[in-house]
Each structure stands twice: as structure tokens, then as C-alpha cells.
């Protein structure tokens, strides 16, 4: 079982910012938390990941919880390309494959 | 640089048949994973290779399932006597090293598989 949970779907209008968010409770100390997105008929593209503290990339922000038991991935201007299925996951460095869940499906409105 | 790639990018075949699915790393990733992607959810581990070995296989749903990677570069995965249920599209990542750092994964397009 995936070890996230994050809403069905979301809906944002274009050009503003969505904020996307992930719940993991049972994460332990050495998971980073990694973001994915899947546009129709192409494979996982990879958005953005972090351990601790905040980060930002040219794609989007991830804001991590204090606690780490939350995480939020931030566009900061949706565009129509960004309508996707969003995917929250949990990762460590031993090896471990993803457990993706069935994510969030965006949908960005003109 | 150039990305994972997976041909063929559709294969279409009949039950009981052999297929042979192959992806192409990104140059240099130590590490190469297969997935299972069936509609409306979202990819599903099959296999781990960390360099020419299986490192997890434990996805792989049963026996007729197999994948190699004999020079730690290229991988094929290998299904005998093709079943209805294993239509799906079937995708590859590689990251550069899974025992290091945060092990980011990286896809390829996937090759759509439809057994008829």
C-alpha cells in the first residue's frame, strides 16, 4: 500500500497558484519525499523532491511540514500543461522502489 | 542528455505468445527499475536491478515474468505465454545510484502492451 494519501483530484483556474497536498503519516527519518507528475500517454516526469526543509525548483516549491508528517507541492502559475495526475511519494536511499497511490488529478481551468 | 527510452512503444500480440519489452537507461544510472502501469492507476513495482542483479523482484507476478540486464546497461523484460490480464503499459525508470542520496527515478515513455 502507498504510503501517501492525497486528495482524488483538484481543480485550479489558469495562472494561478495551486497548492497540491500530501499526507504521510508513517514517514520514517530517512525518507525523502518525492513528487511526480503524469500527463496523459507519457511516463512519470520527475518535479521536485526534498528531505526537510523547503525547496524550490524552476517547475515548483515543496513545502514540508515541521513534522514532516505533511507535505505541500506549490505551482505558482498553473498553466493548462500542468493538468496532470500528481503523485506524492515516499522514497529512501536502500534501494526501495516507489509505491505510487492513484494520486491527484488536476485539472486547470482556461 | 538523451532519457530513458523503451521500445517498441506499442507492441500488440495474442494470448499464449512471447514478448520481449526492452529499455535503455539514462547513460551512466546504476540502477534500473521496471513497472506496471494498468488504466486509471498509478504504476506498479515489478522489478529491481542495482547493476547486472536483481535486486527486488519481488513484484513480478508470477513465473512467467522475467527481466534481465546482463551488462548493467540495457534491460528487457520477457513475458512468456501472454495472458489477457497482463495488458497494461509497462514502464522503466533508472536513477543513478539507489543507495545514495534520495534515489531520484527517472521514466521512460513506457511501451503499451496489448495481448488480444
Known amino acids: 500500500d502507498a504510503k501517501t494519501t492525497q486528495p482524488n483530484s483538484m481543480e485550479s483556474n489558469e495562472e494561478e497558484p495551486v497548492h497540491l497536498p500530501c499526507n504521510h503519516s508513517t514517514i520514517s527519518g530517512t525518507d525523502y519525499i518525492h513528487w511526480y507528475r503524469q500527463l496523459p500517454s507519457q511516463g512519470p516526469e520527475y518535479v521536485i523532491h526534498?528531505?526537510?526543509s523547503n525547496v524550490n525548483n524552476r517547475m515548483a516549491s515543496l513545502a514540508i511540514a515541521e513534522d514532516r508528517k505533511s507535505s505541500t507541492l506549490i505551482l505558482h502559475r498553473a498553466t493548462l500543461r500542468d493538468a496532470a495526475v500528481y503523485y506524492c511519494?515516499?522514497?529512501?536511499?536502500?534501494?526501495?522502489?516507489?509505491?505510487f497511490g492513484p494520486g491527484t488529478r488536476l485539472s486547470v481551468l482556461p | 542528455g538523451a532519457g530513458v527510452s523503451q521500445t517498441p512503444s506499442n507492441k500488440v500480440t495474442e494470448k499464449g505468445k512471447y514478448v520481449e519489452l526492452r529499455c535503455d537507461p539514462i547513460s551512466g544510472h546504476t540502477a534500473l527499475y521496471w513497472y506496471r502501469q494498468s488504466l486509471g492507476q498509478g504504476p506498479e513495482f515489478l522489478i529491481y536491478?542495482?547493476?547486472?542483479?536483481?535486486?527486488?523482484d519481488s513484484g513480478l507476478p508470477n513465473d512467467r515474468f522475467f527481466a534481465v540486464r546482463p551488462e548493467g546497461s540495457v534491460s528487457t523484460l520477457k513475458i512468456q505465454r501472454t495472458e489477457r490480464g497482463d495488458s497494461a503499459v509497462y514502464l522503466c525508470?533508472?536513477?543513478?545510484?539507489?543507495?545514495?542520496?534520495?534515489?531520484?527515478?527517472?521514466f521512460g515513455p513506457g511501451t503499451r502492451l496489448t495481448v488480444l
Open positions: 525508470a533508472s536513477s543513478l545510484n539507489a543507495r545514495q542520496g534520495a534515489n531520484t527515478q527517472y
Open positions: 526534498g528531505l526537510t
Open positions: 511519494i515516499l522514497g529512501d536511499n536502500y534501494g526501495q522502489n516507489f509505491v
Open positions: 536491478f542495482q547493476g547486472t542483479g536483481a535486486a527486488d
